[in-house]
């Protein structure tokens, strides 16, 4: 039998046999959150993971990866390597574009590849959230036509109960009609002032 699950090391999935929540940050690295939006970003981060090592139940059961975009899309902290008992390193701003559509794209791709693991290990598990934090609109090569494509993908799983999506937008200038087109299940989305 192979040591390697759904992409991941079976160790990855750890021994606790507590429900999963599989939740996938989708995060804006780009030029324009240099500053107090980066810190702001951070200070939730930090702040998110804290509550999740002060809680037993949801440090068994959360089970978290980051992706960020700015410029390129990377897998900034995988499923399985969560930090819960560490601290996160810090998010720095870089002085690229805004790369969202392909950021939400690989995220699910993460995601879908995490639950076809939970299912081969015969983990259960919570059908997983998406976090997207972002302060603009799509920017660079095909962002348009990604971002059209990862709507589409993200509104289809939300439509079917296969996706929760938190979609946040930070300071005055993020794109709300965009943020909004993004999930069909909110009124609006979540706004953090800068």
């Known amino acids: 039998m192979s040591n390697e699950v759904g992409g991941f090391s079976k160790s990855d999935f ?10 996938c940050f ?19 981060l930090q702040s998110f993971f804290a509550s999740i090592r002060d809680n037993e139940e949801t440090k068994s059961s959360a089970d978290i990866a980051i ?30 574009l805004t790369p969202i559509g392909e950021g939400i794209l690989t995220a699910l791709e993460l995601l879908n590849a995490r639950k076809e693991g939970y299912k081969e290990m015969g983990i ?29 993908a993200v509104r289809e799983l939300e439509d079917n109960d296969k996706l929760v ?23 609006k989305p979540i706004s953090i002032s800068t």
Not at 14 to 23: A, E, F, M
Not at 124 to 143: E, H, R, S
Not at 165 to 187: C, H, T, Y
Request: neutral net charge; aromatic residues 8%; proline residues 7%.
């Open 165 to 187: 999506v938190f979609n946040i937008g930070v300071g005055s200038s993020a794109d709300s009609p965009m943020l909004q087109r993004l999930s069909g299940k909110r009124e």
């Open 124 to 152: 259960k598990y919570y059908q997983p959230w998406l976090v997207v934090i972002t302060d603009g609109a799509p920017q660079g090569p095909n962002a348009v036509e990604n971002m059209e494509k990862a709507i589409e």
């Open 67 to 96: 992706i960020t975009f700015g410029g390129s899309v990377d897998i900034f902290l995988p499923f399985g390597k969560s930090g819960q008992d560490s601290s996160i390193p810090r998010l720095q701003a870089t002085t690229s």
């Open 26 to 44: 989708c995060l804006d690295i780009s030029g324009s959150m240099t500053g107090y939006p980066i810190e702001q970003l951070n200070d939730g």
């Open 14 to 23: 750890g021994s606790s046999t507590r429900r999963r929540l599989p939740i």
